[in-house]
């Protein structure tokens, strides 16, 4: 929240907040999209990686931060419901399914999720490979 009033910070104070990550790689990606984000130029829902949490977007798409009711993001329309979703690094199936009536739902939100969480499951995986 600390940039909440603040929404062109210099590059530099970016820069630091990253400062200890150990994945260079997730440093790189926050620093862009933060970047591209605070220019206009890039939807904070487009993210690949999350400033809120300072990780890759499939590692906390499950936190409860990203139940987003207004835009349907992990929520279930017809039963006002939040959806739980599973991430499986390893086969990249993502698995998205509301808590009360355990289906999926057909949302754009839904869909967005299952973009940016297997974008970010990839440019996650193919650093660690090269690594
Ligand atoms: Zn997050
Ligand atoms: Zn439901």
Known sequence: ?????????HPAETHRR???????????VLIDEDTAEDR??????????????RRWAHECISSPTHVIAVTGHRWCRPCEA??????????????????????????PA???????CRASLATATEHRRRA
């Open 1 to 9: 929240m600390l940039l909440q009033n603040r929404p062109h910070p």
């Open 18 to 28: 990253y400062a200890h990550l150990r994945d260079r790689r997730l440093a790189g």
């Open 40 to 53: 206009e130029e890039l939807s904070a829902l487009e993210r690949i990686s999350c400033r809120v949490h």
């Open 82 to 107: 939040e959806a739980n979703i599973a991430v499986d690094e390893l086969t990249g199936d993502i698995t998205i399914t509301c808590t009360r009536c355990a289906r999926t739902p057909t949302t």
């Open 110 to 116: 839904t869909r967005q999720i299952l973009r940016t």
